[in-house]
């Protein structure tokens, strides 16, 4: 079994700062792409910002400039450094994992899910 465990939401003035991270627990052979979503109640939830094992980055356009993503792998923990936030940056963030599991009688890849964090930007 694995689990995402996310930190560092809160409530924070517009043009502030928080950071978010998720840390990966259990056994698991290796984590691919380390995702972090957002999702508003009635809405989709939607890709913010996604980092591979290599450090290859993506962003949404809404969050380019602002928000930054990047992981130890050593501690198998991703963060989201998040500045010049907006009240429409107000949503629950998720972490998402791609994680492989090798055993001696198989090789699965598989996505988990933490259990979200609130960040809350008043205006």
């Known amino acids: 079994q694995v689990q995402l465990v996310e930190s560092g939401g809160g409530l924070v003035e517009t043009g502030g700062s928080l950071r978010l991270s998720c840390t990966a627990s259990g056994t698991f052979f290796s984590i691919d792409a380390m995702e972090w979503y957002r999702q508003v109640p009635g809405q989709q939830r939607e890709l913010v910002a996604a980092i591979t094992s290599g450090g290859s980055t993506t962003y949404a356009d809404s969050v380019k400039g602002r928000f930054t993503i990047s992981r130890d792998n050593a501690k198998n923990t991703t963060y989201l450094e998040m500045n010049n936030l907006k009240p429409e940056d107000t949503a629950v963030y998720y972490c998402?994992?791609?994680?492989?599991?090798?055993?001696?009688?198989?090789?699965?890849?598989?996505?988990?899910w933490g259990q979200g964090t609130q960040v809350t930007v008043s205006s």
């Open positions: 998402s994992a791609d994680f492989r599991v090798v055993t001696d009688y198989s090789d699965e890849e598989f996505d988990s």
